[in-house]
């Protein structure tokens, strides 16, 4: 008998090469609402996973807790059961003026300012997302940012100010954790992936001269993480793929 996956507890018979990964797992108890046939599958360590359909399309909606490590935890793990199609819907910071509270930042590729992705490949190789995957999305969303992200390793280093600043100058749209170790670690293992993150923080000065109702901007979020759920669900359950 086939042994479940060490962390995530997925196993081939989850039956489907598509999948949508995110940080939290209350997310992913949120997604339901847009599936059918829900099926709950395992919860362990940060590690939950959902099954069901979207337009006739079986697809796995899984956490993946903060950072490289887990998530790369979480690609290798999904790449053992059959999973071919990965879209990451997380949540970024804005790195540019004029990005608004809930507008989707979808990364055409990441600095990877992480310690794991160093470990398969040099620091030369690029984090890049899925071409096919890349234009869908531009077919579903062509409103959505699209740019350089970065993904880095923590929140509350003496100098995330000065970085955060560095990277603002070279073009960077938004910031997260997990894209770069996704993408590298999915390119490695033959896996197409792509990010599609919700701005849930506004650049610096931002926050005054924007937003300055607090529950506007919750909803704004919360509209951001329906477009991103809906816009992966639409991707995956696209018939060309």
């Known amino acids: 008998?086939?042994?479940?996956?060490?962390?995530?507890?997925?196993?081939?018979?989850?039956?489907?090469?598509?999948?949508?990964?995110?940080?939290?797992?209350?997310?992913?108890?949120?997604?339901?609402?847009?599936?059918?046939?829900?099926?709950?599958?395992?919860?362990?360590?940060?590690?939950?996973?959902?099954?069901?359909?979207?337009q006739g399309k079986r697809i796995l909606v899984m956490s993946t807790g903060i950072g490289a490590p887990s998530t790369g935890i979480a690609i290798e793990e999904l790449n053992n059961v059959g999973v071919k199609k990965v879209i990451r819907v997380g949540s970024a910071g804005a790195m540019q003026s004029g990005i608004d509270l809930g507008k989707l930042i979808i990364g055409e590729g990441v600095v990877r300012d992480d310690g794991l992705?160093?470990?398969?490949?040099p620091n030369i190789y690029p984090a890049v997302p899925s071409f096919r995957l890349m234009a869908l999305a531009h077919y579903y969303a062509p409103e959505a940012c699209y740019g350089i992200i970065r993904s880095h390793d923590g929140f509350y280093m003496d100098d995330n100010a000065q970085n955060e600043a560095f990277w603002s100058s070279k073009g960077i749209l938004g910031a997260d954790m997990e894209s770069g170790a996704?993408?590298?670690?999915?390119?490695?293992?033959?896996?197409?992936?792509?990010s599609v993150l919700n701005n849930v923080v506004l650049y610096e000065g931002d926050l005054a001269a924007g937003v300055s109702d607090?529950?506007?901007?919750?909803?704004?979020?919360?509209?951001?993480?329906?477009?991103?759920?809906?816009?992966?669900?639409?991707?995956?359950?696209?018939?060309?793929?």
């Open 1 to 54: 008998m086939t042994e479940p996956e060490p962390h995530t507890q997925l196993l081939p018979t989850i039956n489907t090469d598509s999948a949508i990964i995110m940080g939290d797992p209350a997310r992913v108890e949120r997604t339901k609402k847009f599936l059918n046939d829900v099926e709950d599958w395992a919860f362990n360590r940060e590690y939950k996973s959902i099954l069901g359909t979207y």
């Open 182 to 194: 996704m993408m590298v670690i999915g390119r490695q293992r033959g896996l197409e992936t792509l």
């Open 214 to 241: 607090l529950t506007n901007g919750d909803d704004l979020m919360a509209q951001g993480e329906t477009d991103s759920i809906k816009l992966a669900l639409n991707i995956l359950s696209d018939d060309s793929l």
């Open 117 to 121: 992705t160093g470990k398969y490949v």
